[in-house]
């Protein structure tokens, strides 16, 4: 059974552009969560997508956004770019129904602003 | 409002010896608790959880135990491993509504020790 794939892995982008992140989930999981990771923060949820809805939502600025497809594919968009949004971008895939409690993280894709 | 915290940032253990990671939280009405183990370059790992309504519970040489009058979870790790050097995160599941937001600490760095 595949585990969670985020793509790209690495990405450097300069201040002003925008980023779109990909995260593939377990085959079967209906839910993805996205999280934001620094060394200064730790990990801050972004958003849930469940069923291509958005379920859930973090104290994120409407620069970040999401979507879910009926594959259950998630992509991540952060427009705007600005230094401090450089860090770690984790999704997460889940059944999604109550009480399951079981995430599994995906390795991340590390964004570096310039 | 909610908050997740760690009392150390930093633990060393000698390999072998038991290792205790703890957390506080602050809110009384989070349904149940999750720790996850990050190792470098990778995502977090969902190591166990436990529920508001216990107190304990045990998995393959981990337990957590949970104290819902002090506000105060632990992680205890039997005869620690070089593999068990990592982050640690506790984290917090509110369920609002049918909704489950995952809100996590800032992290324990666990180093053993050979």
Known sequence: ?114 | GESVGLHLPTLSVQEGDNSIINCAYSNSASDYFIWYKQESGKGPQFIIDIRSNMDKRQGQRVTVLLNKTVKHLSLQIAATQPGDSAVYFCAEILNNFGNEKLTFGTGTRLTIIP
């Open chain 1, 1 to 114: 059974k595949a585990g969670v794939t985020q793509t790209p892995r690495y990405l450097i982008k300069t201040r002003g552009q925008q980023v779109t992140l990909s995260c593939s989930p377990i085959s079967g999981h209906r839910s993805v969560s996205w999280y934001q990771q620094t060394p200064g923060q730790g990990l801050q949820f972004l958003f849930e997508y469940f069923s291509e809805t958005q379920r859930n939502k973090g104290n994120f600025p409407g620069r970040f956004s999401g979507r879910q497809f009926s594959n259950s594919r998630s992509e991540m968009n952060v427009s705007t770019l600005e230094l401090g949004d450089s860090a770690l971008y984790l999704c997460a895939s889940s059944l999604g129904a109550a009480g399951d409690t079981e995430a599994f993280f995906g390795q991340g894709t590390r964004l570096t602003v310039v």
